[in-house]
């Protein structure tokens, strides 16, 4: 099973978005591993855009995500990277899908309410940012056999 790390961003957190995000989620077949609602510091939160340093928007983007809480979370399923991305929609909320979590509550650019990871690789590394493997669950749920063959 593929794991991929979900962030509801502190938008999503303030204007009371965390159920709705996570229904969305389930109802796709993706089983929550772990979840943990913290406030991330300034070295975290540099740790986590590093590809996006020395960009001119890379300020916000740290003080955006350090402003409040976020709901950090792993989610797993087969093809979880993909489906979480699909899930999200757009980043630019103002291209992403209706029915999508940004498509259907998310209006700019900076606050569209959720952050996935964008690859295996990327999932890995943010995974380790805000988990240590200990924190991770392992369980079956009685729908897992009608989620998948085999």
Request: hydrophobic fraction near 40%.
């Amino acid at each position: 099973m593929e794991q991929t790390f979900v962030m509801i961003k502190p938008d999503g957190v303030m204007r009371q978005l965390l159920s709705p995000v996570i229904r969305l989620l389930e109802t796709k077949g993706l089983k929550p591993v772990a979840m943990k609602l913290m406030q991330i510091d300034v070295q975290l939160a540099e740790e986590h855009y590093q590809e996006h340093q020395g960009k001119p928007f890379f300020p916000g983007l740290v003080a955006f995500i350090t402003s409040g809480p976020v709901l950090a979370m792993v989610w797993e399923g087969s093809g979880a990277v993909r489906a979480v991305r699909e899930l999200m929609g757009a980043t630019n909320p103002q291209e992403a899908l209706p029915g999508t979590i940004r498509g259907s509550f998310a209006l700019d650019i900076t606050r569209n309410v959720v952050h996935g990871s964008d690859s295996g690789e990327s999932a890995r590394r943010e995974i380790a940012l805000f988990f240590q493997p200990e924190e991770l669950m392992t369980y079956q749920r009685p729908a897992d056999s009608w989620l998948q063959e085999g």
